[in-house]
């Protein structure tokens, strides 16, 4: 009787860690989603102010860039949960390894490319850090136009 005790208990924190898995995931697509629109509009504004599509370009670059370093640890996170606490295998915990690599060889060239210098190269920031320093600039570069 025992485990059969057990069994409903685990198969709960199954379904909360799948669950929660699914929000990182929705979560991750909302970053996406919302962090493109404020980037486009950031972009645009910085380019009718200034009147010079390579500085909306450049705004654009910088804010999309932070979006996707933001929305790649979100799913990073429901990735992880999901091999270890809904399925964790030794397949899943291989496949978990191959997305993380996958996913840090995209933030290291995302972080490159933004950068312009390889992360060791500069302080470490992280995508939301990213995002704020952009947006600064696009109000900073914003002002200065209309001045």
Known sequence: ?????????TTTVVRLMDGAAVAFEV????????????????SARVWLATGRGREGYQTLRE???????LAIEVLVAA???RTIA??????????????????????????????????????LTSGPER???????????TRAASD
């Open 86 to 123: 809904v399925e964790p295998t030794l397949q899943n915990v291989a496949i978990l390894g191959l997305i993380v690599v996958i996913r840090t060889f995209l933030s290291f060239s995302l972080e490159i490319e933004i950068d312009g210098v390889p992360p060791w190269r500069r302080a």
């Open 27 to 42: 979560l991750g697509a909302a970053v996406l989603v919302i962090g493109l629109v404020w980037s486009v509009v950031l």
């Open 131 to 141: 995002m704020a320093a952009a947006a600064v600039r696009a109000r900073d570069r």
């Open 79 to 81: 990735d992880l949960l």
């Open 63 to 69: 804010t999309f860039g932070g979006t996707l370093l």
């Open 1 to 9: 009787m025992g485990g059969l005790a057990a069994e409903p208990a």
